[in-house]
């Protein structure tokens, strides 16, 4: 096939709205990344001789990534020379390029490492999902004058010594409000050092006046203290009065119960003993009685026996009289 004019197809690349060639900025190589699987070494770059990005194919059967191609070709366009294909050198038609999806698919389902520091591991199709949340990806510090690129799990570290970070001035305890970036501390505290001074110095005359109310109001609390200690004892004085006189008033109505109890039980004893005596006298009178019965009995036998009338009513005289 016949070479074509460089310059002419270049120029005519370049008037497509697509340029294939296209700016610099969108030359990017292959994917940089470690593979956890064996990849198929036809899906790595001839020229950067990294994993294909959006892979071209040229008329000639070869392949390799997009940007490579455009900056192989751009090179060769502008020395003047005719394109050609970097593996074999036979002549390459820019306009018959042509996309291979199924490639880029292949080779997009590689399993990967991250990039960077973690443990994330998948397909490469992913990774760049997870690049943008990934703890160690470096990423720009959120200060727009800074420029830093930091770890993003770093950034707060950053933050607090990034010299483009807003910080509050040393002195704002003494009441100084101004707001500086971290860059400009030295400068803030050399043009406000009488400002500061005076700060210091009202701030440490309004902490005298309160230290002396403070003083003030301690001597009254040590008033009020000794107060109480006084009404306390006072009051535990009366106290131990009340419980004297309460002891005694219970001891004599203890004695007084006592005595009425005894009273009472002596009258008892008494009565007990009288009771006692009238029925020893009541009981003597029953035997006596029943013995004169039983004497009666064996005389009345006796005479029932001897069928004397007479004995029998001088007995019987003999007995109503001692009864009466
Ligand atoms: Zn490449
Ligand atoms: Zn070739
Ligand atoms: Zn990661
Ligand atoms: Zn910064
Ligand atoms: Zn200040």
Redesign the pocket.
């Given at each position: 096939m016949a070479s074509l004019n460089q310059s002419d197809t270049y120029r005519s690349l370049d008037n497509q709205s697509n340029s294939f060639i296209g700016n610099q900025s969108e030359h990017l190589e292959g994917y940089d990344i470690d593979t956890i699987q064996e990849v198929q070494q036809d899906f790595y770059c001839p020229i950067c001789f990294k994993l294909m990005r959006n892979v071209k194919q040229?008329e000639?059967?070869?392949v390799l990534c997009e940007g490579c191609l455009q900056k192989h070709l751009k090179a060769l366009a502008e020395r003047g020379a005719d394109f050609f294909?970097p593996?074999?050198r036979?002549p390459v038609d820019s306009t018959k390029i042509v996309s291979v999806p199924f490639v880029d698919r292949l080779i997009l389902s590689s399993q990967v490492k991250c990039t960077y520091e973690c443990e994330w591991e998948g397909d490469l199709g992913n990774l760049q999902d997870h690049i943008p949340h990934c703890e160690f990806s470096p990423t720009d510090c959120p200060n727009g004058q800074c420029h830093e690129s930091i770890q993003r799990n770093k950034i707060d570290e950053h933050l607090k010594i990034c010299k483009y970070s807003v910080v509050v001035c040393k002195y704002q305890h003494y009441g100084c409000k101004i707001k500086i970036l971290g860059w400009e501390v030295t400068t803030h505290e050399k043009q406000f050092y009488e400002y500061h001074i005076d700060l210091i110095e009202a701030s440490h005359s309004l902490l005298q006046v309160s230290n002396s109310e403070f003083q003030s109001s301690l001597l009254e609390s040590q008033k009020l203290v000794t107060q109480i200690i006084d009404d306390n004892q006072r009051l535990q004085g009366k106290l131990k009065n009340i419980k004297t006189k309460h002891d005694a008033e219970l001891k004599s109505e203890k004695l007084k119960l006592k005595m009425e109890n005894d009273d009472k039980s002596g009258n008892l004893i008494i009565q007990h003993q009288e009771t006692m005596k009238e029925y020893e006298v009541r009981h003597k009178k029953s035997c006596e009685l029943n013995e004169n019965i039983i004497i009666a009995f064996f005389v009345i036998s006796f005479l029932m026996l001897c069928n004397k009338a007479f004995v029998v009513l001088v007995i019987g005289i003999f007995f109503l009289w001692k009864k009466t």
């Open positions: 040229m000639c059967g070869h294909c593996v074999d036979k």
